[in-house]
T-cell receptor, first 119, second 112 residues
Framework: GAVVSQHPSWVICKSGTSVKIECRSLDFQATTMFWYRQFPKQSLMLMAT?????????EQGVEKDKFLINHASLTLSTLTVTSAHPEDSSFYIC???????????????FGEGSWLTVV | GNSVTQMEGPVTLSEEAFLTINCTYT??????LFWYVQYPGEGLQLLLKATKADDKGSNKGFEATYRKETTSFHLEKGSVQVSDSAVYFC???????????FGKGMKLTVNP
């Protein structure tokens, strides 16, 4: 079964509004989650690292005031796209690393992804 | 910086055809290499991986060999099935980091 659940899978919003995407780890506690974004015909790009109980770490070029990340519990991280514009339309996906498995002690699990369309 | 370049699609094959998806990388040191697959409506799933040069990852009939001399990690399957229709991503990871660097992904459609 799914290890990471992401919601919603699809969302359409009006320009200027805010949209929240949730990422939940279902079977384990995650101190760190990752948010990626993929524009059409482009690579999945890491946006930010979500840290439980502290501020997220953003990659270069990602506006932290526009993409608000909250990791208030060990099983939930949220990404809020504030004042969304059509250019924010993209595929957003989260991932979680599980300690003690796979390469370097970690196995990475992904959510189903969320398609955001801003009209 | 690190980067991954993979064959772009979309690609359509007939069932039982041979599949190759090319992937090359640029990285410092010795990254770990991965192929992820995303089936319709699902999240990315790890298909196979290799952690050092000459390692071969394999799963579900798919194989890929870590070639340091050509900085490549091409994915192959001898006979594809309709159920292999998905988007395939090549990726690398450095050291103990959980951050992945992805290629653009390639959509594969297999027709009966």
């Amino acid at each position: 079964g799914a290890v990471v659940s992401q919601h919603p899978s699809w969302v359409i919003c009006k320009s200027g509004t805010s949209v929240k995407i949730e990422c939940r780890s279902l079977d384990f506690q995650a101190t760190t989650m990752f948010w990626y974004r993929q524009f059409p015909k482009q690579s999945l790009m890491l946006m930010a690292t979500s840290n439980e109980g502290s501020k997220a770490t953003y990659e270069q070029g990602v506006e932290k005031d526009k993409f608000l990340i909250n990791h208030a519990s060990l099983t939930l991280s949220t990404l809020t796209v504030t004042s969304a514009h059509p250019e924010d339309s993209s595929f957003y996906i989260c991932s979680v690393g599980v300690l003690g498995q796979g390469v370097s002690g970690n196995t990475i699990y992904f959510g189903e992804g969320s398609w955001l369309t801003v009209v | 910086g690190n980067s991954v370049t993979q064959m772009e699609g979309p690609v359509t094959l007939s069932e039982e055809a041979f599949l190759t998806i090319n992937c090359t990388y640029t990285a410092t040191g010795y990254p770990s290499l991965f192929w992820y697959v995303q089936y319709p409506g699902e999240g990315l799933q790890l298909l196979l991986k290799a952690t050092k040069a000459d390692d071969k990852g394999s799963n579900k009939g798919f194989e890929a060999t870590y070639r340091k001399e050509t900085t490549s990690f091409h994915l192959e399957k001898g006979s594809v099935q309709v159920s292999d229709s998905a988007v395939y991503f090549c990726a690398l990871k450095q050291g103990g980091s959980e951050k992945l660097v992805f290629g653009k992904g390639m959509k594969l459609t297999v027709n009966p």
